[in-house]
């Protein structure tokens, strides 16, 4: 623990003991004043009782933050964020209970009924006061004495930094640099708190490790810091999402996700995203502005990323791989669903640098309503990576006339042995299939969920078996009233 | 099976007439297709509605199921007792009424297998029986094919993807057995198909026959008829029937042509 103990001494010479005190209790409050500036940099920091590198990296990752502007090259439409009218850090409220379900927003508990959630789950999810039946708390508990067994640590990105400041030191950062992009970079500087695994050399993770009762227990904030680690031959499947529509009156989400695989490593990496979309008129919602990357470091290690990106007013994420290693593999598999006025603006890169890497992208575009889903997606094959391949297939699913579905590909390729492959499909959903289905005796919706199931099959199977379940719901719900 | 009083039962199902098109005038994007149909089918009866391209045969079809863009300016449709005009498509599809496409569309992605459980469990559900499960369907499925001669593979493959022609109309007869309608309009089943699709689509038709269904087969040529033998021949000119009568008159036809009503673009045989 060299780090640990330098780090808190660093950090009374630096910041002078009566000055972090004192600062907290200035505050004295669970949550910062509005806006942004090294002050709530610090406060963030100071509640988090960080080390002074971090404190350090954040203050950097502010200052460069300053000096950058919002990228605005993606095909999403909104109006300009005023960064200084948000609040950056917000410890947890505890939400006010309820009594019954009677209380609870009837929509809401339609749509947990759609999702099949069971009872006691709803009311849990709904802030329903319950009783011990569904301990979200106990379950994570036996999770955790589980996992440690192994040697894997499964914890809050604060709990870490606390526990293995090591680790964090070493590969926070590491894939996604602090000045990589505006929200990345925002991120940095804010970052409220986030997921962190690391599962060490050989180890296999015996279950799916999941976001899910964290969430639900600590309410984390719009800027989620999540970092992935693993080892030489480990394996991880990692799940993140909510299984219920969160009704965020957040305006902005901006999370980063690292992830670093050693040699032989493998990490698969799920989401299904589904945040308040904003209502049929566009009004609300959340801006989605994620950067998640990957990086292959070690030979024949495998990055997959899954994601299922339903809600959201604006989508912009694009989840990559570094393809580092010799003979390493980034897959990047994709169902994104724009309705009403939804827009996203996704896909990946696939960065290829070591020899005989490969990278296979498959991604599904669904646009319904005025929604606009374009996919972006860069294959970069640099001058080291002799046999480099890549396989890319984007097909883009219509549903009325107003929406639009578009496909940007940027293809760079410096290695006269690699070999790329794009397709492209765009479909529309006809009224003669609508027509034959109804004739048949399904109702609109249904044809048109069986059409877009079918569509988005090659996804969802890449999904593990209770989240695809999940998902083809979801975008059922999604798709609701996209016609007629 | 000659039609005629004398061969009724006192059945209450065969006393009211399961469809009933009265006046029916139809405009298509500002044209006037229909004008002026009559027609009633009884349960346990097989018509035969013929009548040279353009005559309104299709359209007809597309009126009794419900397709959007057929505007319907008079008369109306009774169906099993209720107004068939006043139910969206799937209702209909529900209440029994089924509609052999003549150009069945391709769904890619969605596979035939799931595509008609579905659909046969919205049905069943609709007539209050329990819905079937993925073996019981299974077992209904292949003692329907066996009996129709259809080839199991095709309920494996997306609904209609890369289907040739016949293939694609054996699978509307395949899913007409399945559903069991009480009415089934097959619209130009017949045509483009060899002798020997022919005869299975024949065969799939005459194997449905039941004193509590009817069947309406749109048949631009007479040689369906040699193998199910229709119970009423009506013959469609101008939007109107203008001549109906028993098997003999769709012979009548074959010799004649449809250029005693008015319109000859092809022979009636094949």
């Known amino acids: 623990m060299a780090v640990g103990s330098d780090t808190a001494k660093t950090i009374e010479s630096a910041t002078g003991g009566d000055y972090k005190y004192g600062f907290v209790t200035e505050i004295d409050m669970d949550f910062a004043p509005r806006g942004l500036n090294e002050d709530i940099v610090r406060f963030i920091s100071a509640k988090k009782n960080e080390p002074d590198w971090l404190l350090e990296w954040r203050l950097k990752s502010y200052r460069r933050w300053l000096t950058m502007t919002e990228p605005r090259w993606a095909r999403v439409r909104y109006a300009t964020i005023d960064y200084q009218d948000s609040y950056y850090y917000a410890a947890p409220k505890p939400k006010e209970l309820l009594n019954s379900l009677d209380e609870v927003d009837p929509e809401l508990l339609r749509t947990y009924e759609k999702l099949g959630i069971p009872l006691d789950e709803q009311k849990q999810l709904a802030g329903v006061a319950v009783d011990a039946v569904f301990d979200s708390v106990s379950v994570a508990t036996t999770y955790k004495e589980k996992l440690a067994e192994e040697g894997i640590v499964f914890c809050s990105f604060s709990e870490a930094v606390q526990t293995h400041p090591e680790l964090v030191r070493r590969y926070l950062g590491s894939v996604v640099p602090y000045s990589d992009n505006f929200y990345a970079t925002l991120n940095s500087a804010v970052f409220s708190d986030g997921s962190f695994v690391y599962i060490p050399r050989g180890v296999r993770c015996p279950m799916e490790l999941s976001t899910y009762f964290r969430i639900n227990a600590e309410n984390t904030g719009q800027f989620e810091r999540t970092l992935i680690i693993a080892d030489a031959g480990s394996y991880v499947s990692y799940l993140e999402g909510c299984t219920a529509p969160m009704r965020d009156e957040n305006q902005l989400h901006a999370a980063v996700v690292e992830l670093v695989a050693l040699d032989d490593a493998q990490i698969k990496y799920s989401t299904v995203q589904n945040w308040y979309p904003g209502d049929k008129d566009g009004k609300g919602g959340i801006f989605n502005f994620v950067t998640k990357r990957g990086a292959c470091r070690g030979v024949n290690s495998k990055i997959s990323w899954t994601q299922i990106e339903t809600g959201s007013a604006i989508t912009w994420k694009y989840p990559s791989c570094i393809l580092q290693g010799d003979n390493s593999v980034g897959e990047f598999y994709s169902v994104a669903v724009t309705n009403n006025h939804q827009q996203a603006d996704t896909g990946t890169k696939m960065i290829h640098i070591g020899k005989n890497t490969r990278s296979t992208i498959i991604t599904k575009g669904i646009s319904a309503g005025k929604g606009q889903n374009t996919y972006r997606g860069q294959v970069k094959i640099l001058p080291g990576a002799a046999g480099a391949r890549n396989y890319t297939q984007c097909d883009a699913l219509l549903i009325g006339d107003e929406c639009g579905g578009h496909t940007i590909p940027y293809i760079e390729v410096r290695n006269p042995t690699a070999h790329v492959e794009h397709e492209a499909t765009t479909s529309k959903i006809s009224d003669d299939q609508l027509f034959y289905c109804m004739q048949r005796g399904l109702s609109a919706e249904d044809a048109i969920s069986m059409i877009v199931n079918g569509f988005c099959k090659q996804v969802l199977m890449e999904l593990p078996m209770e989240f695809a379940v999940e998902a083809q719901k979801l975008l059922d719900i999604s798709l609701e009233g996209s016609v007629g | ?270």
Do not use: C, W
Not at chain 2, 68 to 76: A, F, H, S
Not at chain 2, 81 to 97: F, I
Not at chain 2, 249 to 265: C, I, P, R, T
């Open chain 2, 1 to 270: 099976m000659s039609p005629g009083t004398e061969t009724e039962t006192p059945d209450v199902a065969k006393k009211t007439p399961l469809l009933e098109i009265k006046d029916l005038h139809v405009k298509v994007e500002g044209k006037n297709i229909l004008r002026g149909i009559d027609l009633t089918v009884k349960a346990g009866e097989v018509h035969a509605v013929m009548g040279p391209n353009g005559s309104g045969k299709s359209t007809l079809a597309h009126v009794l199921a419900g397709r959007e863009g057929y505007e319907v300016i008079k008369g109306g449709v009774r169906f099993a007792g209720s107004d068939l005009l006043d139910m969206a498509p799937e209702e209909r599809a529900r209440e029994g009424l089924f509609l052999a496409f003549q150009y069945p569309v391709e769904i890619p992605g969605v596979g035939g297998m799931n595509f008609l459980k579905s659909a046969l469990n919205v049905v069943r559900k609709h007539r209050g029986l329990p819905e079937l499960d993925a073996m019981d369907f299974l077992t209904l499925a292949r003692e329907k094919m066996r009996l129709l001669e259809i080839d199991e593979k095709l309920i494996q493959r997306a609904v209609n993807v890369g289907f040739s022609g016949g293939e694609k109309k054996r699978n509307e007869v395949f899913q007409m057995a399945m559903l069991e309608p009480k009415l089934a309009v097959l619209d130009e089943t017949d045509s483009g198909l060899d002798i020997d699709a022919l005869k299975t689509v024949a065969n799939g038709v005459n194997s449905m026959r039941s004193p509590d269904r009817a069947i309406i087969l749109i048949t631009h040529y007479q040689r369906l008829l040699d193998y199910v033998v229709p119970d009423k021949v009506h013959v469609l000119a101008h939007g109107r029937i203008a001549k109906s009568g028993g098997r003999k008159l769709a012979l009548e036809l074959e010799k004649k042509g449809y250029g005693a009503f008015g319109q000859s673009d092809a022979s009636v045989a094949a």
